[in-house]
């Protein structure tokens, strides 16, 4: 599976809209981009996941790059509860195996 | 929603001794998971089930067995635990349309003396 990268930690006011990036850039044709976050010691939680189209859900929205080497989740209106590590994956459709990172911290801020 | 109980929640026990984990799904979900979480680690995958009797190991299966004697109970052993084990133990089934839109139950703190 491709490797991410994502910022160690990011600061959003409440209310605000978050946007946290991620880079892919060795991922191949058939992998798909994952989003998870995990809140503050609970089971991770799927947010979005998406191949090469934009796409939009009730909890966030995902821009993924037209060379598919980046992505951006956006969380439209960030609340004190959006705070939690927030990780990107890129997996095969086949793959049975999520590779969790390190994730980003995002912090939601009053 | 997909529904998952883990038990217990918490466990101490000492080194040496066996310990099994319980995975119970309310739904008949066919792909069923076991990860473990550790500081500077992240997630990772231990063993998954594709089926009844049907398991697979991950990439940290060592020193972990599993069975799967009914598609909703996914039971993870530690034949003899060791101070390495010490983790918290997350069960995931696959819920979506692909095998990695997985939900995750609360996780068990195990602490292994």
């Known amino acids: 599976d491709a490797k991410t990268t994502q910022p160690t930690s990011m600061d959003c006011a409440e209310g605000r809209a978050a946007n946290l990036p991620c880079n892919h850039s060795?991922?191949?044709?058939?992998?798909?981009v994952y989003w998870y976050r995990q809140i503050h010691s609970q089971g991770p939680q799927y947010i979005i996941h998406?191949?090469?189209n934009n796409e939009t859900n009730e909890m966030a929205s995902l821009i993924i790059t037209e060379d598919r080497k980046s992505s951006t989740l956006i969380l439209p209106h960030a609340t004190l509860r959006d705070t939690a590590v927030y990780y990107c994956?890129?997996?095969?459709?086949?793959?049975?195996?999520?590779?969790f990172g390190k994730g980003t911290k995002l912090s939601v801020i009053p | 929603d997909a529904g998952i109980t883990q038990s217990p929640r918490h466990k101490v026990t000492e080194t040496g001794t066996p310990v099994t984990l319980r995975c119970h799904q309310t739904?008949?979900?066919?792909?069923m998971y076991w990860y473990r979480q550790d500081p500077g680690h992240g997630l990772r995958l231990i063993h998954y089930?594709?089926?009844?009797?049907?398991?697979d190991k991950g990439e940290v299966s060592d020193g972990y067995s599993v069975s799967r004697s009914k598609t909703e109970d996914f039971l993870l052993t530690l034949e003899s635990a060791t101070s390495s084990q010490t983790s918290v133990y997350f069960c995931?089934?696959?819920?979506?349309?692909?095998?990695?839109?997985?939900?995750f139950g609360p996780g068990t703190r195990l602490t292994v003396l």
């Open positions: 089930s594709y089926g009844v009797k049907d398991t």
């Open positions: 998406g191949l090469k």
């Open positions: 994956i890129v997996s095969g459709a086949g793959s049975y195996q999520l590779t």
């Open positions: 060795t991922i191949s044709g058939n992998e798909y």
């Open positions: 995931a089934i696959s819920v979506g349309s692909s095998y990695n839109e997985q939900f």
């Open positions: 739904e008949n979900h066919r792909y």
